[in-house]
């Protein structure tokens, strides 16, 4: 599952220099249908992992989003939107991402698929910790307790035993990590790279990557089945899209906490399909870990809008 925006691919469009107040509606409501979208995807993950290898799932998954990104962005960019002078840190973050979603499909084949999403929600929470330590952004008290307390929640969520963490609950914090590591290095790359090449890059090095796990096994699908490897394609797609618009329409802080709503859309699916009846510990641990990336994601905003002030007075003066 990626920053919840950076591991899935869709058409990218150019942002409108201002975001008018009465848009703030609509993105919210962008913002739902992709959470839907997002729950349906992962679902279908699950689903397909528990007969077709893991490799072929997200391969599968890569190229059709790949294809659908390429029809809405190469008749309008051509090649020239593979134009850079960072291409070993396109790579670079291409391979983490792929990584991040191999580890995300191996945590829903393990475990309940609430549970697996809870623990990916702990992804800003790693990317908090990253921005510290990488891009040396400071943090007060406050960041520091809500980093604790959110770490804490995802404890909780993962329900170790006494010996260790269940593997699969390892390979949702595994993609976590992975993809907090991509949402820190997009925003080092977001000044020279343009939003439809981080994207092209993203698509073709994925894809381009998780083609190699073909090598680990292929099974040719059933015809129900390979619809539904396209349902799932077409709905990574959809989502990535409404996401997307939803951030062209409203301020982050405005719809990203309605992003947490993949977690009641993942409950119902899984009780519905699977039987998995949410825990204590599941209910409790993924509120702390949403309410302390809602806390993050707050804290970010006011500093974002301090920062944008005191440009304003600088230029004033």
Known sequence: MADPASNRAAPAVTAPSTKPQDHVPRGILCMIAATVLFAITAALAKWLVATYPVGQVVFVRSLLSLVICAAFILPVTGLSVFATRRAGMHVGRGLSQSISQTFSVLAFMLMPLAGAIAINFSAPLFSALLSIVWLKERADAARWIALLAGFFGVLIVANPGTDSLTLGALFA?????????????????????????????????VAAFHSLLLLFGFRWPTWPDAALFVCSGVANAA?????????????????????????????IIGYVVWDDVPTIELMTGSFIVVASGLFLLLREGQRQRAVDA?????KGA
């Open 310 to 314: 005191g440009k304003r007075d600088g």
């Open 173 to 205: 914090l595994g993609n976590a990590v992975m993809y907090g590591s991509v949402t820190v290095a997009v925003r080092g790359m977001t000044s020279t790279e343009s939003a439809n090449t981080l994207l092209m890059w993203q698509m073709t090095t």
């Open 239 to 267: 989502g990535q899209y409404y996401w997307t618009r939803a951030l062209q329409l409203a301020p982050a802080t405005a719809v990203s906490p309605f992003y947490y709503l993949m977690l009641v859309w993942a409950l």
